[in-house]
């Protein structure tokens, strides 16, 4: 039942484009991406509640395809700070399941 | 306003001890996760609370291990007869109740608590 990322982890020079991916085999009705720093609380990035939607913050944004029951997170010229590891996560009845993480590191 | 509080940052317990660990929501927070990570890994759900319910454990031993988030003060994580398999780092987060359906609830989590089982 834990959603599934893809890659497991991507190096990225800054100001590249990195693509991050979630799927689920489950129905999906939400999704949760969650950014977590080494040794620190997973932040809160973003929600899509409807197939189709799509978020944007500054840079990083995410679409919600609920048909095929995934989700993307798109980060744009990546600066130095986004490094860290990516969760995706659902809801199924009561309980919440994280992806299984994507660590993502920017170098200079 | 002040973030989800755990206590304490980092735990040390010698085999056989008890660990208590505590979170005190955001306010105005009536729901309550905690979650296990183990060293280079994911977070596992283990247990879902609301004031004075528990509303899922499905996640968490069914031995050793109880939660509690009553009325008055924090919501509780006990493990009893602490063993070096528990030595991990456990997270708390709290939610808002305004939403209809549980899917739309977004989790603020705390720091941390990292237990260490000597």
């Known amino acids: 039942q834990q959603p599934v990322q893809s890659p497991q982890a991507v190096i990225l020079r800054e100001g590249e484009d990195a693509v991050i991916n979630c799927s689920s085999s489950?129905?999906?009705?939400?999704v949760h991406w969650y950014r977590q720093k080494h040794g620190e609380a997973p932040v809160f990035l973003m929600i899509?509640?409807?197939?189709?939607e799509q978020k944007g913050h500054e840079k990083i944004s995410a679409s919600f395809n609920e048909k095929k029951q995934q989700s993307s997170l798109y980060l744009t010229a990546s600066q130095l700070s986004y490094s860290g590891t990516y969760f995706c996560?659902?809801?199924?009845?009561?309980?919440?399941?994280f992806g299984t993480g994507t660590s993502l590191t920017v170098i200079p | 306003n002040a973030g989800v509080m755990q206590n304490p940052r980092h735990l040390v317990r010698r085999r056989g001890q008890e660990a208590r660990l505590r979170c005190s929501p955001m306010k105005g927070h009536s729901h309550v996760y905690w979650y296990r990570q183990l060293p280079e890994e994911g977070l596992k759900f283990m247990v879902y609370?609301?004031?004075?319910?528990?509303?899922?454990e499905s996640g968490m031993p069914k031995e050793r291990f109880s939660a509690e988030f009553p009325k008055e003060g924090p919501s509780i994580l006990r493990i009893q007869q602490v063993v070096r398999g528990d030595s991990a780092a456990y997270f708390c987060a709290s939610s808002r109740t305004d939403t209809l359906t549980l899917a739309k609830n977004i989790q603020y989590f705390g720091a941390g608590t990292r237990l260490s089982v000597l």
């Open positions: 996560g659902t809801f199924t009845g009561n309980q919440f399941y």
């Open positions: 899509l509640l409807k197939g189709g």
């Open positions: 609370l609301q004031k004075e319910n528990i509303i899922d």
């Open positions: 489950k129905a999906l009705y939400s």
